[in-house]
C-alpha cells in the first residue's frame, strides 16, 4: 500500500464521516452503535468499505422516506447489526479456530 492508497482512504473516510454527521442525531446514536460493535467484532470484509457505507445508504433511504431508525431496523439494533454480517467471517471466528489448533503447534 503505497502514500496514494493511504491519502485516498482518509480521504473516502473522511467523506463517509461527512455523510454519517447530516444524517439525524437518533441515527446517528444507531449507526455508531453498530460501528462500535463492528469494530469490535471485526467482519473480516470490514476493510473493503461496502459495509458501513451501505449502511448509511440505507439510514440515507429511511430519513428521506421519513421513517424512525428504530421503524426502519426494528427494536433490536444487535440483531440488525448481527443479520446483515451473519454469513461473515470474524476476527472471532479466525480466533476460535486458531485456539482450536493442534497443542503445541502455536509457535509453528
Do not use: C, N
Request: no cysteine; proline share 4%.
Amino acid at each position: 500500500m503505497g502514500i496514494h492508497d493511504m491519502i485516498e482512504g482518509k480521504r473516502q473516510w473522511r467523506a463517509h464521516v461527512a455523510r454519517v454527521r447530516t444524517l439525524p442525531p437518533d441515527y446517528q446514536i444507531v449507526y455508531k452503535e453498530i460501528q462500535r460493535y463492528y469494530f469490535k467484532v471485526g467482519p473480516v470484509g470490514l476493510a473493503d468499505g461496502t459495509l458501513l457505507s451501505g449502511i448509511v445508504d440505507f439510514f440515507e433511504e429511511g430519513v428521506a422516506a421519513g421513517k424512525g431508525v428504530l421503524e426502519l431496523i426494528g427494536d433490536d439494533v444487535a440483531a440488525f447489526a448481527d443479520g446483515l454480517i451473519r454469513d461473515s467471517r470474524t476476527y472471532a471466528d479466525l480466533y476460535q479456530e486458531s485456539a482450536k489448533g493442534s497443542p503445541g503447534t502455536a509457535g509453528k
